[in-house]
């Protein structure tokens, strides 16, 4: 099981930063792989799914869908996805904490890496552009929140 985590302080109240993270149809204007919203429910419901186009590697795309597993409001959402080649057991998981600048957001995403042994050194090798991309992520949202502030 792979994990990786990254965590940012987003200058906004938490509740601000929870509203537009469990807006699924808002994922396209601040996730950095994802290129659009093709289906979704609205706010992230417990047992509800929304899907994306994600971005796969340089101009590739895939289709992805996320299934909501757990939601404390303000507090911690975790979402289940498929639909990535070689990728199983994928969760992607918000954290929100107050702090005197705003909010501290640590996202993290879990997944299995299939491919045994090759897929070892190829999930090590796209660690770094994952996370460089979460933090890109975290950096748009903190963007679209002052933008709408």
């Not at 930063?17 to 792989?33: D, F, K, M, Q």
Request: aromatic content about 8%.
């Amino acid at each position: 099981m792979t994990v990786i985590t990254e965590t940012a302080v987003i200058p906004a109240p938490v509740e601000r930063v929870w509203e537009v993270i469990s807006a699924t149809n808002r994922y396209a204007e601040w996730v950095a792989v994802c290129r659009e919203v093709t289906d979704h429910h609205g706010e992230a419901t417990v047992g509800k799914s929304y899907s994306e186009r994600n971005v796969l590697l340089g101009p590739l795309t895939n289709r992805s869908t996320w299934t909501v597993l757990e939601s404390t409001p303000t507090s911690r959402r975790v979402d289940a996805g498929t639909g990535f080649p070689f990728i199983k057991d994928l969760t992607s998981a918000f954290y929100l904490r107050p702090v005197p600048e705003g909010t501290e957001l640590t996202y993290e995403v879990t997944y299995v890496f299939g491919l045994g042994r090759i897929g070892e050194f190829v999930d090590k090798a796209q660690q770094p552009g994952q996370r460089h991309a979460m933090r890109e992520s975290m950096a748009n949202l903190a963007e679209l929140l002052r933008s709408e502030a």
